[in-house]
């Protein structure tokens, strides 16, 4: 097949419940989506049964992207492997002592996870360097060779290898490499330095034993993934997504799947960014509501926000990756009252099975789906396309009961239900941006995920944002979003040195080695060398403080003046937005420098979306909304019915196979040419 033949691009985003498929013609633009039913023992059969559903020839698609949950769900279940760890003489309970706090404050009873690695596992060898990386006791190979095969002998099936201060020299764990390598060929390791190149032991120790316990199970999928393409006659190259919101190759993630873990969330992010640069909006509030989780990120000024430590299952886990706030409160949120009798919502969920009561696989407790159901935003017959059919009886009964506990009516005890979700929902976007300094109303809602549309309304109306978006096939945009990601590599290495002009030059050379570094690695992926673009930023502070701020550079700051002018600045206003204060003249301290560097890839165009009139029938059914005592006669239309251009005042419904999107009173919705729905609040 010739190359211009391939021009198909595949995106795959597998969650808890489904896989979402996302195909685009490169030729036409046109997009077609896909669902199947997510099963974890058989992920891989069921990649090649959704890409063959299109029914588009496998040497017909020219690249095929995949974010995947793989690795965050071994974490979370805790099924992972047998981790060994080798660390330097004295340290070998940092992963049980931390950071020797309470994380919630006020948790008296607070017990943290146990360590992943126990403690027989966690094996001590006499080494270590100064905090400049110079040597003060070189490594002890023997008593390295010794505790390794001590650790293969009790089963370990992964290696960890953490000593003090290697990222300011990675010598010892480089030997201690390829000592083990030669004795163990077959056991996986894991090398601090390569894993998260920082300080803070405690942290880089625990990424790094994470990693060590995904690896395999990433690495064994990853393998059972391109061979079923393989055999289904698909040879397009694999992209991974990672937490960051950029992708690479299979290699690096088996190597490093620590950094695929929220590689779903950031999809969606990455699209939103892309999507909203071009419909002219810079501040947006990106919202995903699943079966499970709200979340929420936020784009500022046109930069999605980033962090480089995050925390899954009580553990964390440091590396550059999009922030991403998630929360218990989606449509399997299970409503229950407290010994108070007070009534919530989440975080606990009825997840795909046994599923909300009204899915009729035995469960019985209510959720914000059967909520939803009982008062007439989801029509019982259509949800999936009427793949699934919803039992309104189940659903009205598992909510009368949560009614008679209250001595509230069944419709009143759904909006309450619907309310909280959606109260927890606006406190989460409230910790983005209220906390930060920032006002909600001067951002866009951007609603997708199969939920978002369902929520979208109501939580703008809480937060008194204006514009509500809903892209066009919001129930698999974060598959698509995947499709705008280019391929990045991100370096890192911590060097805590005075922000002062004698001390700048050594940030500065440190800072084009990591360039080398991260550029060398995409152009290992085939990328021209003068194409790859460069990010460089400080991790700064001022003196005497704990942590730090990231700040970007601009390419044009290339000489120690202007980085030390320009950085100073742009710290000091990021401060006095966040902690309102700052003073310009206070000594400051240089902690990690950072680069990364970033393959373009070419990114899908929008395509116009015509109206189909063969679902044009439109019909009505009764709605109960907030602040209603009596249902509303509320009309329903298909999504794919609606003109480009159409402008409708609510209520509304407005359905289609994969979603729905609620349009209550006093908002009206319009339909551009790209399918996509913008609401906004009726002038009053």
Not at 572 to 593: F, I, T
């Amino acid at each position: 097949m010739e190359a211009q033949n391939k021009h198909f691009r595949v995106a795959i985003d597998v969650g808890g419940t489904f896989i979402d498929f996302v195909l685009i013609d490169e030729l036409t633009g046109r997009v077609r989506i896909e669902k199947i039913a997510s099963l974890p023992d058989e992920l891989a059969g069921q990649l090649v049964a959704g890409l063959s559903s299109f029914g588009v020839e496998p040497d017909a698609v020219r690249q095929i992207f995949h974010g995947m949950t793989v690795g965050v769900n071994a974490l979370i279940q805790e099924k992972g492997a047998k981790v060994g760890l080798i660390t330097t003489r004295g340290f070998r309970d940092v992963l049980e002592m931390g950071r020797g706090g309470r994380t919630p404050v006020y948790n008296f009873v607070y017990k943290p996870p146990a360590p992943i690695v126990p403690r027989a596992l966690r094996r001590e060898v006499n080494e270590r360097l100064s905090v400049d990386g110079e040597v003060v006791t070189p490594l002890d190979l023997e008593q390295l060779d010794r505790e390794v095969d001590f650790l293969v002998s009790q089963g370990a099936t992964a290696i960890s290898v953490a000593f003090m201060h290697a990222y300011a020299n990675p010598a010892h764990e480089l030997a201690a490499r390829k000592r083990i390598a030669a004795r163990h060929p077959d056991i996986p390791l894991s090398l601090s330095h390569e894993i998260a190149s920082v300080w803070r032991e405690y942290e880089r120790t625990s990424t790094t034993v994470l990693n060590s316990f995904i690896q395999p199970t990433v690495e064994t999928y990853l393998n059972s993934v391109r061979r079923k393409l393989t055999e289904a006659d698909y040879d397009a190259p694999v992209a991974i997504m990672q937490s960051s919101g950029g992708v690479a190759d299979p290699e690096m993630a088996a190597a490093k799947p620590i950094r695929t873990m929220m590689s779903g969330p950031a999809g969606g992010v990455i699209g939103a960014a892309f999507l909203c640069e071009q419909l002219g909006y810079s501040n947006v509030i990106c919202t995903d509501v699943g079966g499970t989780t709200y979340d929420v990120a936020l784009i500022e000024e046109g930069k999605i926000l980033e962090r480089s430590e995050t925390a899954i299952a009580g553990r964390p886990i440091v590396g550059s990756l999009i922030d991403v706030t998630s929360i218990g409160a989606g449509g399997g949120s299970i409503a229950w009252l407290d010994h108070r009798n007070g009534l919530n919502v989440g975080p606990r969920s009825a997840g795909a099975s046994p599923g909300p009561a009204c899915f009729g696989k035995g469960g019985t407790e209510a959720t914000t789906t059967d909520a939803h159901l009982v008062l007439g935003w989801l029509d019982p017959e259509y949800f999936l396309g009427g793949r699934i059919k919803l039992d309104v009886s189940a659903a009205a009964a598992a909510v009368e009961r949560v009614a008679k506990q209250l001595g509230l009516t069944v419709p009143a005890a759904a909006q309450g239900i619907v309310a909280i979700a959606q109260n927890n929902m606006a406190n989460a976007i409230r910790t983005k941006t209220v906390a930060r300094g920032l006002d909600p109303r001067e951002f866009v809602l951007l609603a997708y995920g199969g939920g978002g549309g369902v929520f979208a309304c109501a939580v703008a109306e809480e937060l008194d944002i204006r514009k509500v978006v809903v892209p066009y096939a919001p129930a698999n945009f974060s598959a698509w979003g995947i499709l705008t990601s280019d391929y990045m590599e991100d370096e890192v290495r911590t060097k805590v040195l005075p922000f002062t002009a004698d001390r700048i030059g050594v940030a500065l050379e440190t800072l084009d080695e990591l360039e080398a570094r991260a550029v060398n690695a995409i152009a290992n992926y085939g990328f021209a060398r003068e194409k790859i673009e460069v990010v460089r930023r400080l991790d700064l502070r001022f003196l005497g403080q704990e942590y730090t701020l990231t700040i970007g550079l601009d390419s044009a700051w290339r000489d120690p003046e202007s980085v030390l002018t320009n950085a100073r600045r742009e710290f000091v206003k990021a401060h006095r937005q966040l902690y309102g204060h700052g003073d310009p003249a206070a000594a400051m301290e240089l902690v990690s420098v950072r680069c990364r560097a970033i393959g373009k890839v070419q990114p899908p165009a929008l395509a116009r979306v015509e109206a189909n009139a063969d679902t044009a029938a439109s019909r009505e059914r009764k709605v109960h909304f907030h602040g209603t005592q009596a249902s509303v006669s509320t009309p329903v239309i298909q999504r794919e019915s609606m003109q480009p251009g159409a402008v409708v005042t609510g209520p509304v419904i407005i359905e289609e196979w994969t979603t729905t999107t609620v349009v209550p009173p006093g908002w009206r919705v319009n339909r551009d040419d790209y399918g996509i729905l913008t609401i906004e609040p009726v002038a009053r």
